[in-house]
């Protein structure tokens, strides 16, 4: 079992910053791919961004290509995403999940947070 919690959600202006976190504890953290996905009102939940093992590969949704950056610490057991340049379509829920392989399917995540909220004024 892994535990996943978010933190680092927030109010913020279009065109800042801000930092999420995800903290796990339970089974060994650096054997997970590490994902981030949002919801915003009345849509369905899209993914973000994914970073494989040992701080590896990464892959993120054309939306925010360019602006977030995703990143883990494996002696931390934590995961970021550093969001910048926000847009007010950024506003959501954002999970972080964990998964065996890099994917950037929710199904195939294991476990999942319990979600922050961003929101992003105009």
């Known amino acids: 079992q892994v535990q996943l919690v978010e933190s680092g959600g927030g109010l913020v202006q279009a065109g800042g910053s801000l930092r999420l976190s995800c903290a796990a504890s339970?089974?060994?953290?650096?054997?997970?791919?590490m994902g981030w996905f949002r919801q915003g009102p009345g849509t369905e939940r899209e993914f973000v961004a994914v970073?494989?093992?040992?701080?590896?590969?990464?892959y993120y949704a054309d939306s925010v290509k360019g602006r977030f950056t995703i990143s883990r610490e494996d002696a931390k057991n934590t995961a970021y995403l550093q969001m910048n340049s926000l847009k007010p379509e950024d506003t959501a829920v954002y999970y972080c999940a964990a998964a065996g392989v890099t994917t950037a399917q929710p199904d195939e995540y294991d476990y999942w947070g319990q979600g922050t909220q961003v929101t992003v004024s105009s």
């Open positions: 970073i494989s093992w040992i701080g590896g590969s990464t």
């Open positions: 339970g089974r060994a953290f650096s054997s997970y791919v």
